[in-house]
Nanobody
């Protein structure tokens, strides 16, 4: 069993940066590909893929709208995954969730993930 806890969200103005953290307990994250998803206000049924990093950290994948602005990273020694978000836009407003998947196959599909955190809200004002 893996417990995931996100932190780092908040209310910010457009153009600034935030770094989200996802700390794991109960099991080492080395065994999991890790992803970030987000759920925008009014879209409770749509949890959108944002980024994924493989177990080794050697491969990273991003949703098109965040490429060049967001960076996913992991520190397996600290059992933590990060999402650096730069040049934030109002359309990035959402609750951000981290999730753990046993492999990186179909990393963009929420159903590939076995464990989820509770989410951290990010609000970007214009």
């Amino acid at each position: 069993q893996v417990q995931l806890l996100e932190s780092g969200g908040g209310l910010v103005q457009a153009g600034v940066s935030l770094r989200l953290s996802c700390a794991a307990s109960g099991h080492t994250l080395r065994d999991y590909g890790m992803g970030w998803f987000r759920q925008a206000p009014g879209k409770e049924r749509e949890r959108e893929f944002v980024a994924h990093i493989t177990r080794s950290g050697l491969e990273k994948f991003y949703e098109d709208s965040v490429k060049g602005r967001f960076t996913i990273s992991r520190d397996n020694a600290e059992n933590t995954v990060y999402l650096q978000m730069d040049t934030l836009k109002p359309e990035d407003t959402a609750v951000y969730y981290c999730a753990a998947a046993p492999s990186s196959n179909a990393y963009y599909n929420r159903n590939s993930y076995e464990y989820w955190g509770q989410g951290t809200p990010v609000t970007v004002s214009s």
